[in-house]
């Protein structure tokens, strides 16, 4: 996803790549001032070109954010923000109708004199017009070289029924995802491991026909309201709001994940409430730590005790989406 984007150069590297290029042009003339003549035109003509090109290309090949799908738009106003993104476009933009302004302009008088001189201090005045005006975005460009990095890191999110692992931190929620899918997100005994969405997939074959489903690891959350929530815990929020069929809540009894149940079963209320219509199912990990009498699904990641109740529900639920 987003691999598109173009390398995003600064101000000083569009400069210095533009007048490479023009070194390499010669025009040839018999006639010695024309050769001189047509050569400086030919150089100026292919800076302008290059940076004027290069700065549509930056605009132009950027995704349209409105056009995104609900969940990209979400992830990059926490993770990029969407209007310094859009003011940075903006920018680039003006600096594009800017410089072919200044190559417009002066273009014309290029061709009319036969002054070498004055090709000469033209061309000097063109260089140091457009230079200015790319130090004036230079802080735009390189936040979009910010954000192309950033986004480059994006999940590949598919429009098929989708499963949200989510619950506190650190009980177990990307070594469900490895258990359930060949996606192999980080697992560690500490908390938010998981600093970004993982995207796995289970294929099933009924009969002859085969479903593919997605299944999405969140980082961590914690029992706190929206507001008070870091730009880690959003993005398993946003996954939650924009993707979710069916969520798949995780809770430790065991408490080995640094918190407690009580914590975690607060939290699990909050998130039942406020996504009261999508389908839920309840696990408890770490059994082979500590099991309760609840009604909740009862796994252990590590010796694989329940996976294939989880399944199975997951299956059941999934195919009335
Ligand atoms: N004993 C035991 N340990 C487990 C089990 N499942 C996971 N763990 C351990 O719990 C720790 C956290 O596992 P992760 O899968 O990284 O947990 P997570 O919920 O993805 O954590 P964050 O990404 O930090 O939110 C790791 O040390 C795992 O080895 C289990 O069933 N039993
Ligand atoms: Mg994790």
């Not at 000097?124 to 017009?129: A, L, S």
């Not at 500490?190 to 980082?219: A, C, L, S, W």
């Not at 299956?315 to 989406?321: E, S, T």
């Amino acid at each position: 996803m987003f691999t598109k984007i173009p390398i995003i150069l600064n101000a000083e590297q569009l400069f210095d790549r533009a007048i490479r290029k023009t070194k390499k042009i010669q025009i040839h003339d018999r006639d010695a001032r024309f050769k001189i003549k047509k050569t400086i035109i030919a150089r100026i003509d292919s800076f302008a070109t290059v940076i004027i090109s290069t700065l549509e290309k930056y605009v132009k090949e950027f995704p349209s954010i409105e056009q995104l799908p609900s969940f990209y738009q979400e992830i990059i106003d926490i993770k990029i923000d969407t209007n310094k993104l859009k003011k940075s476009l903006g920018a680039v933009d003006w600096a594009r109708k800017t410089c072919a302004m200044i190559y417009s302009k002066q273009g014309r008088a290029l061709k009319k004199t036969g002054n070498i001189d004055f090709l000469k201090q033209k061309q000097k005045e063109i260089y140091g017009r457009i230079s200015s005006v790319l130090k004036q975005i230079d802080e735009h460009l390189m936040f979009l070289a910010t954000a192309q990095n950033i986004m480059k890191t994006f999940p590949d999110i598919q429009d098929v029924p989708t499963v949200v692992i989510a619950g506190y931190p650190n009980v177990g929620k990307s070594s469900l995802l490895r258990l359930l899918s060949s996606a192999k997100p980080k697992i560690a005994q500490y908390p938010f491991t998981t600093k970004q969405i993982h995207v796995g997939h289970i294929e099933r074959k009924e009969k002859y026909v085969k479903k593919r489903y997605q299944i999405i690891d969140t980082p961590g959350l914690l029992d706190r309201p929206l507001s008070k929530r870091n730009d880690i815990e959003k993005q398993a929020i946003a996954a939650l709001t924009h993707l979710a069929d069916l969520i798949v809540f995780i809770s430790d009894p065991s408490e080995t994940c640094g918190y407690s149940l009580k914590d975690q079963l607060n939290m699990l209320s909050q998130i039942k409430e406020i996504f009261s219509d999508v389908p839920f199912i309840f696990v408890e990990n770490k059994v082979d730590l500590k099991k309760t009498n609840s009604s909740h699904l009862k796994i252990s990641c590590t010796n694989n005790e329940g996976i294939d109740k989880v399944i199975k529900e997951i299956f059941k639920i999934l195919d009335k989406v």
